[in-house]
C-alpha cells in the first residue's frame, strides 16, 4: 500500500504559475509510475501529466503540453506537476495517482492502471 498526498493548490491569476507536490509513504520500496489527473465540476476526471518510475519517460495531454512540467524526486519519494501560463479552463481538482511499476521505463496514463489516488488539490485561475 502507498499513500499519496498531494499539495500546492490555490487561487491564481489567469497567466500565474502554481508547483503542485505529491508525497508517498508507506510502500515507497515499491516502484511507481505516476500521473497526475484533473477533474473540474461536471466534468470526467481526465489525464494531465504522466512520468515513468525512473523519470526518464513522460507524456502530457495536449491541452498542458508546453505549459505543464511533471518530475519527481525519488529520494524524497515526492512528484511534482509545475504549471506555469495557466488558463481559467484550468480549473479543476488535481489528484496524484500511483501505478505500480515492473520496470524502470513503464510508463501509463490510462486511469484504470492506477491503483493508488491522492485525495486531490483544488486549482482555481481567475480571468
Known amino acids: 500500500q502507498v499513500q499519496l498526498v498531494e499539495s500546492g493548490g490555490g487561487l491564481v491569476q489567469a497567466g500565474g504559475s502554481l508547483r503542485l507536490s505529491c508525497a508517498a509513504s508507506?510502500?515507497?520500496?515499491?516502484?511507481?509510475?505516476m500521473g497526475w489527473f484533473r477533474q473540474a465540476p461536471g466534468k470526467e476526471r481526465e489525464f494531465v501529466a504522466a512520468?515513468?518510475?525512473?523519470?526518464?519517460?513522460?507524456r502530457y495531454a495536449d491541452s498542458v503540453k508546453g505549459r505543464f512540467t511533471i518530475s519527481r524526486d525519488n529520494a524524497k519519494s515526492t512528484v511534482y506537476l509545475q504549471m506555469n501560463s495557466l488558463k481559467p479552463e484550468d480549473t479543476a481538482v488535481y489528484y496524484c495517482?500511483?501505478?505500480?511499476?515492473?520496470?524502470?521505463?513503464?510508463?501509463?496514463?490510462?486511469?484504470?492502471?492506477?491503483?493508488?489516488w491522492g485525495q486531490g488539490t483544488q486549482v482555481t485561475v481567475s480571468s
Open positions: 495517482a500511483a501505478a505500480r511499476a515492473f520496470y524502470r521505463a513503464y510508463l501509463t496514463y490510462a486511469p484504470r492502471d492506477f491503483g493508488y
Open positions: 512520468i515513468s518510475w525512473s523519470g526518464d519517460y513522460t
Open positions: 508507506g510502500r515507497t520500496d515499491i516502484n511507481y509510475a
